[in-house]
C-alpha cells in the first residue's frame, strides 16, 4: 500500500478537539518528511505540521503552535495530527504528505512526493 490513507475528519465545534490519522505501508522507512498541509475554501494550501524519519524532529506553523501536536506509531506505521482548541479558521481540507527528501530545519516539509486524498476539518457551532 504506497498510498497515504488519512482518517478523523469532522465537525467540532470551536474550542472542541479532533485526531487525525494517516497511514502507509512502511510510512517511516519510505520516507523521510510526512506531515500536514491544509487547504481552505478559496485559500491557497499550507503547511501545518511536519515530522522527520528517523530521528523525529517536529515544525510547526506559527498559527497551529500550542494547539496541534503531530506524532507517530512506528509499529502502526501511522502519523498522527492531534488538535485541540480548534477555532473557525482552522476549517480546511487536511491532507497528508510525505516526501523522501531531507527534512529542512526550519522549513518543514519542503519537498513533497506523495499525497493523501484529504479530510475535511469543519470547525462550527
Known amino acids: 500500500q504506497l498510498q497515504l490513507v488519512e482518517s478523523g475528519g469532522g465537525l467540532v465545534q470551536p474550542g472542541g478537539s479532533l485526531r487525525l490519522s494517516c497511514t502507509s505501508s512502511?510510512?517511516?522507512?519510505?520516507?523521510?518528511?510526512i506531515g500536514w498541509f491544509r487547504q481552505a475554501p478559496g485559500k491557497e494550501s499550507e503547511q501545518v505540521s511536519c515530522?522527520?524519519?528517523?530521528?523525529?524532529?517536529?515544525f510547526y506553523a506559527d498559527s497551529v503552535k500550542g494547539r496541534f501536536t503531530i506524532s507517530r506509531d512506528n509499529t502502526e506505521n501511522t502519523m498522527y495530527l492531534q488538535m485541540t482548541m480548534l477555532k473557525s479558521e482552522d476549517t480546511a481540507v487536511y491532507y497528508c504528505?510525505?516526501?523522501?527528501?531531507?527534512?529542512?530545519?526550519?522549513?518543514?516539509?519542503?519537498?513533497?512526493?506523495?499525497w493523501g486524498q484529504g479530510t475535511l476539518v469543519n470547525v462550527s457551532s
Open positions: 504528505v510525505a516526501g523522501v527528501g531531507f527534512f529542512a530545519d526550519g522549513e518543514g516539509c519542503n519537498s513533497i512526493d506523495r
Open positions: 512502511r510510512l517511516f522507512s519510505r520516507y523521510r518528511q
Open positions: 515530522i522527520s524519519s528517523p530521528d523525529g524532529t517536529t
